[in-house]
């Protein structure tokens, strides 16, 4: 067995063993167990400081695999983008991207074939978290560490780490906007407009947005699906408006197919509410900045999942850990936040935005 080999079993035997209990934990705390004192990763951390920028510095080369669905959608395209953008800033990082698919059954393959090659790590979006989980595990029981974006697993030992965006916050962030705007006005008509009803993503987003609403005394009055598409954006749009004759704000839980909504609403001629997006796209943060139509705000859903999925996985690697946090290793998970996007501070988020 190499030393490297040896290295990575020991990096991720500590997470595994302590998976099922990390099962019933909540939050984004880390699972590993406390260092001794005088261990090789206390040392490590004492001497990179609490900066980060050690970290930044060329290590030992790391081989990463990294796969992903198809880039069929602004966000997923976005996805990839970063992560290649981001491997590219680490000289002794070599990334090693699979052909976007949505075929479980070849997404499982590309995986394999990482774990024959011999990869120091693994960054993974799967298509379906649940049908990927055995072949992550298998990678994980190779001594492989595995980065687990978006999608997750169905059980905690197939990943080391896990980067996850926040469906429910998205929700959340969109009904707080819409009640800092509307929650003097208890007969607001509020209407929203899904991605696809049946995913539990859809879901969380939608708890989220209700809850929200809930605390200023609004509700949603209004509620269609759509499918993530242009296309079913504009046809359920269409529908909606021809439903509701008034309206005063609607949150769209997609912006790639905001594009569509945006269309019917312009079809329709309306303009007497305003609208919230979601997800974060490049064109709608230009509608935002120019202020040429109803919409006026977005909620980030971060394309950058992934880009930071390559970050934890060098850490990982490399046996360093986050130079900002005090504790001594890559935390199990890390949820990223939902902010709002409007004119005021748009600026700040012009360069994750992605083209729909």
Same mark, same amino acid.
């Given at each position: 067995m190499?030393a490297?080999?040896?290295?990575?079993?020991?990096?991720?035997?500590?997470?595994?063993a302590?998976?099922?209990?990390?099962?019933?934990?909540a939050g984004?705390?880390?699972?590993?167990?406390a260092?001794?004192?005088?261990?090789?990763?206390?040392?490590?951390?004492?001497?990179?400081?609490?900066?980060?920028?050690?970290?930044?510095?060329?290590?030992?080369?790391?081989?990463i695999?990294?796969?992903?669905?198809?880039?069929?959608?602004?966000?997923?395209?976005?996805?990839?983008?970063?992560?290649?953008?981001?491997?590219?800033d680490?000289?002794?990082?070599?990334?090693?991207?699979?052909?976007? $698919?949505? !075929?479980?059954?070849?997404?499982i393959? /590309?995986?394999?074939t990482?774990?024959?090659?011999?990869?120091?790590?693994?960054?993974?979006?799967? %298509?379906?978290?649940?049908a990927?989980?055995?072949?992550a595990?298998?990678?994980?029981?190779?001594?492989?560490?595995?980065?687990?974006?978006?999608?997750?697993?169905?059980?905690?030992?197939?990943?080391r780490?896990?980067?996850?965006g926040?469906?429910?916050?998205?929700?959340?962030?969109?009904?707080?906007?819409?009640?800092?705007?509307?929650?003097d006005?208890?007969?607001?008509?509020?209407?929203?407009i899904?991605?696809?009803?049946?995913?539990?993503?859809?879901?969380?987003?939608?708890?989220?947005?209700?809850?929200?609403?809930?605390?200023?005394?609004?509700?949603?009055?209004?509620q269609?699906?759509?499918?993530?598409?242009?296309?079913?954006g504009?046809?359920? $749009?269409?529908?909606?408006?021809?439903?509701?004759?008034?309206?005063?704000?609607?949150?769209n839980? !997609?912006?790639? /197919?905001?594009?569509g909504?945006? /269309?019917?609403?312009?079809?329709?001629?309306?303009?007497?509410? %305003?609208?919230?997006?979601?997800?974060?796209?490049?064109?709608?943060?230009?509608?935002?900045?120019?202020?040429?139509?109803?919409?006026?705000?977005?909620?980030?859903y971060?394309?950058t999942?992934?880009?930071?999925?390559i970050?934890?996985?060098?850490?990982?690697?490399?046996?360093?850990?986050?130079?900002?946090?005090?504790?001594?290793?890559?935390?199990?998970t890390? /949820?990223?936040?939902?902010?709002?996007? $409007?004119?005021?501070?748009?600026?700040?988020f012009?360069?994750?935005?992605f083209?729909?």
């Amino acid at each position: 067995m190499s030393a490297r080999t040896t290295r990575r079993r020991r990096l991720i035997a500590a997470p595994l063993a302590l998976a099922a209990s990390a099962a019933l934990l909540a939050g984004c705390v880390s699972n590993e167990p406390a260092e001794e004192e005088g261990s090789d990763s206390e040392e490590m951390s004492s001497e990179e400081g609490s900066g980060g920028t050690m970290n930044d510095e060329p290590g030992e080369t790391v081989t990463i695999g990294f796969s992903a669905p198809a880039a069929d959608h602004g966000w997923m395209g976005a996805i990839t983008s970063a992560a290649e953008d981001a491997a590219a800033d680490y000289e002794d990082v070599e990334l090693r991207v699979a052909e976007g $698919t949505n !075929d479980v059954n070849v997404q499982i393959s /590309q995986i394999e074939t990482f774990i024959a090659d011999g990869v120091d790590a693994i960054v993974l979006l799967p %298509f379906d978290g649940a049908a990927l989980t055995d072949v992550a595990t298998e990678a994980m029981e190779a001594g492989i560490p595995v980065v687990n974006v978006d999608r997750e697993f169905s059980s905690p030992f197939a990943a080391r780490s896990t980067v996850l965006g926040d469906n429910y916050g998205m929700g959340v962030s969109a009904g707080t906007y819409i009640c800092e705007q509307l929650g003097d006005q208890p007969d607001a008509v509020v209407a929203e407009i899904q991605g696809i009803a049946s995913l539990p993503l859809t879901q969380d987003r939608s708890q989220g947005f209700e809850d929200a609403l809930a605390d200023c005394g609004l509700d949603v009055d209004n509620q269609v699906a759509a499918e993530f598409t242009v296309q079913s954006g504009e046809q359920v $749009t269409a529908n909606l408006l021809q439903a509701a004759p008034e309206i005063d704000a609607i949150w769209n839980h !997609d912006d790639d /197919q905001g594009v569509g909504v945006l /269309q019917a609403i312009e079809n329709a001629g309306r303009d007497e509410f %305003f609208m919230v997006g979601g997800a974060g796209s490049l064109d709608v943060m230009e509608h935002i900045q120019s202020g040429d139509t109803v919409l006026e705000a977005t909620v980030v859903y971060p394309s950058t999942q992934a880009a930071d999925g390559i970050k934890l996985a060098r850490l990982i690697a490399q046996e360093k850990n986050l130079g900002d946090l005090a504790s001594s290793t890559v935390p199990r998970t890390v /949820q990223l936040y939902a902010p709002v996007v $409007t004119a005021d501070n748009v600026d700040q988020f012009m360069d994750i935005g992605f083209r729909s």
